[in-house]
C-alpha cells in the first residue's frame, strides 16, 4: 500500500506492507534512526514521536494508520541548528546517561509541556510513567522537564 505521511515537516511517499510498524517506516524507509525500537509491546517508550502533536509509541501504530498525518521525531524537534527547549534542559540537566530512551523521552516530555506547561515534580513523573530508562534513576529527567517548563515560561 503506498502512504504519505509528513515527517518532520517533509512529505514522505512509500510503498510498505500493511503491517508496516511507524517506528519501522521511520527508521528504515525514511532513515531516521532517532527513534529507537526498545521492547516492541509499548513497555519501554523509547519509539516514542508525536503524531499530530501527539505523542505516542511508534511501535503500536501501523505506518497506515499515521497515512495522511503529521510526525515529528527527535531529529525534527531543533530547528536553524538550535536544539528544542527541552533537548536544550536535557543536556543542561544532565537528563540523559546511555541515550537510547532519550528521543523518547524528549519527546513524551514536549507533547507533555503542551498540555500542561507548568508542571509539577508529581506531574512529571505521572506523564512520563510509559517511557522507562535503566541509566538516570529519573531525577535529572524530571529537573530537566521542569527546567524546560520555567524556560518556556521566561519566553
Do not use: W
Not at 532517532?34 to 505506518?63: H, I, P, R, Y
Not at 531529529?75 to 536544550?88: A, I
Amino acid at each position: 500500500m503506498r502512504v504519505t505521511i509528513t515527517v518532520n515537516d517533509t512529505e514522505q511517499r512509500h510503498e510498505v506492507e500493511d503491517r508496516t510498524l511507524l517506528v519501522h517506516f521511520l527508521r528504515e524507509t525514511c532513515g531516521l534512526t532517532g527513534t529507537n525500537t526498545g521492547c516492541d509491546t509499548t513497555s519501554c517508550g523509547a519509539c516514542t514521536v508525536l503524531l499530530d502533536g501527539e505523542s505516542v509509541k511508534s511501535c503500536t501504530v501501523l505506518a497506515a494508520q499515521a497515512d495522511g498525518h503529521e510526525v515529528t521525531t527527535i531529529e525534527g524537534l531543533s530547528t536553524d541548528e538550535r536544539l528544542h527547549p527541552v533537548q536544550q534542559a536535557f543536556q543542561e540537566r544532565h537528563g540523559l546517561q546511555c541515550g537510547f530512551c532519550t528521543p523518547g523521552m524528549v519527546l513524551a516530555s514536549v507533547s507533555l509541556l503542551q498540555e500542561n506547561p507548568s508542571p509539577t515534580e508529581r506531574e512529571v513523573r505521572n506523564g512520563l510513567e510509559g517511557n522507562l530508562c535503566r541509566c538516570t534513576g529519573y531525577q535529572n529527567i524530571v529537573d530537566s522537564v521542569l527546567t524546560a517548563s520555567r524556560e518556556e515560561a521566561t519566553r
